[in-house]
């Protein structure tokens, strides 16, 4: 029979739990890990985001949409432009999710910035709470995906989800959404966003290594989340989110 990758994780969770009471992994599996071997209980996985580095060069969506093979018309990420004029409500643009960037400014006195954004991968996902039949689900590194398998397109999580962040594949009519390019981090690498981010405006970051400079970072920054009212434990932190972001 051939195995989903949620069976992979229901069997890791498993482990977990018969190694939690004592017993060894040469009890569990027979035999012991490759020391190189991906602990899924060993990381806790998120990203920060540097508003001020963000020139909105599409770097990041290009990439995303060539690595995971993202059909056209729509993203994992993305990057919005904010104009924000006093006394106005703030214009916000994101052509084709900022594949080729943006246009230059009509008048360059006003304020803008750039946001990318992404799925925050919550710890308390709303995403997870409303579906069915448990296709949409949390790793036990902290990673929400998506099992195709399982997914009914019945679209509950991309109603719930208050980010705006899932879609329904137009070939496969299961939910697709970013994964924090999960084939890659498991082997030790970086997502395709961030590796291809010519600022540094994005950085994947590891909450359980006492070495990820994410600790630094968090102690010696202002970081915000989006939308923090909705109580979603989000695990995308932004450094000086103006206020005027949605």
Same mark, same amino acid.
């Given at each position: 029979?051939?195995? $989903?990758?949620?069976?992979?994780?229901?069997?890791?969770?498993?482990?977990? =739990?018969? !190694? #939690?009471?004592?017993?060894?992994?040469?009890?569990?599996?027979?035999?012991?890990?490759?020391?190189?071997?991906?602990?899924? !209980?060993? %990381? *806790?996985?998120?990203?920060?985001?540097?508003?001020?580095?963000?020139?909105?060069?599409?770097?990041? /969506?290009?990439?995303? #949409?060539?690595? @995971?093979?993202?059909?056209?018309?729509?993203?994992?990420? *993305?990057?919005?432009?904010?104009?924000?004029?006093?006394?106005?409500?703030?214009? =916000?643009?994101?052509?084709?999710?900022?594949?080729?960037?943006?246009?230059?400014?009509?008048?360059? @006195?006003?304020? #803008?910035?750039? =946001?990318?954004?992404?799925? +925050? %991968?919550?710890?308390?996902?709303?995403?997870?709470?409303?579906?069915?039949?448990?296709?949409?689900?949390?790793?036990?590194?902290?990673?929400?995906?998506?099992?195709?398998?399982?997914? &009914?397109?019945?679209?509950?999580?991309?109603?719930?989800?208050?980010?705006?962040?899932?879609?329904?594949?137009?070939?496969?009519?299961?939910?697709?959404?970013? $994964?924090?390019?999960?084939?890659?981090?498991?082997?030790?690498?970086?997502?395709?966003?961030?590796? +291809?981010?010519?600022?540094?405006?994005?950085? &994947?970051?590891?909450?359980?290594?006492?070495?990820?400079?994410?600790?630094?970072?968090?102690? %010696? @920054?202002? /970081?915000?989340?989006?939308?923090?009212?909705?109580?979603?434990?989000?695990?995308?932190?932004?450094? +000086?989110?103006?206020?005027?972001?949605?």
């Amino acid at each position: 029979m051939e195995m $989903t990758r949620r069976d992979l994780f229901t069997i890791g969770g498993k482990l977990l =739990v018969l !190694a #939690s009471v004592g017993a060894t992994l040469e009890q569990i599996v027979g035999a012991e890990p490759a020391p190189d071997a991906y602990k899924m !209980a060993d %990381h *806790w996985w998120g990203m920060i985001i540097d508003i001020d580095k963000c020139i909105g060069c599409g770097n990041c /969506v290009r990439a995303c #949409s060539k690595e @995971n093979k993202v059909p056209g018309g729509y993203f994992r990420t *993305w990057v919005e432009r904010y104009q924000v004029a006093e006394g106005k409500q703030p214009k =916000v643009e994101s052509p084709d999710g900022a594949m080729e960037g943006f246009p230059p400014l009509t008048d360059e @006195n006003i304020k #803008s910035f750039f =946001v990318p954004k992404l799925c +925050n %991968h919550c710890a308390d996902s709303p995403c997870t709470q409303v579906c069915p039949v448990g296709a949409t689900f949390i790793s036990p590194d902290g990673v929400v995906l998506v099992d195709p398998d399982y997914c &009914l397109g019945c679209r509950y999580c991309v109603q719930a989800c208050p980010y705006g962040c899932r879609y329904l594949h137009p070939e496969t009519n299961t939910v697709d959404k970013c $994964t924090l390019c999960y084939h890659r981090i498991t082997q030790g690498l970086t997502t395709a966003c961030c590796e +291809n981010c010519p600022t540094q405006a994005r950085q &994947l970051v590891d909450f359980k290594d006492p070495k990820d400079p994410v600790h630094e970072f968090l102690r %010696h @920054n202002m /970081v915000q989340v989006l939308k923090p009212y909705m109580a979603t434990n989000a695990k995308v932190y932004y450094k +000086n989110l103006d206020g005027s972001v949605r």
